[in-house]
């Protein structure tokens, strides 16, 4: 079956844009950075560790939007949140727990509860980046 180049298009709403993926399952994390690949996008990390994700937020560049385990080795993601949102980038959140477990501050950031349709949270986030196209 042939791609048409509109198509190809619709498919990379993400070119150009630099994602974090903070996810401590492994190959959840893999399955993320290959669904947002496709979408054109450049991943960094994955990373599995709140450190490494701290890292990444002062010595990693810019970062245009980010796919955030509510829990990360028993540690909240909260504080990366929180800095996400002081800097404007946008961003999901996936989690095996319910909603409740959600500070109430980003009861607004879009939840996606394991098992996650990963396609789906893609194009969910490439359309939290592309209503900050100017």
Not at 45 to 59: Q, T
């Amino acid at each position: 079956m042939s791609v048409s180049p509109a198509s190809s298009l619709a498919g990379t709403p993400l070119t150009g844009r630099r994602i974090l993926v903070v996810e401590d399952e492994y190959f959840l994390a893999d399955d993320i950075g290959n669904a947002l690949r496709k979408l054109g996008a450049e991943i960094a990390g994955p990373v599995g560790h709140i450190e490494d994700a701290v890292a990444m937020l002062h010595n990693g560049g810019v970062l245009d939007a980010a796919v955030l385990d509510v829990n990360i080795r028993i540690q909240m993601i909260f504080p990366i949140a929180r800095e996400l949102r002081a800097r404007d980038v946008p961003f999901v959140f996936t989690t095996g727990y319910e909603k409740i477990s959600i500070e109430p501050e980003f009861q607004d950031v879009p939840l996606w509860e394991k098992p996650i349709d990963i396609v789906a949270m893609a194009r969910n986030l490439a359309g939290l980046v592309g209503d900050r196209r100017a």
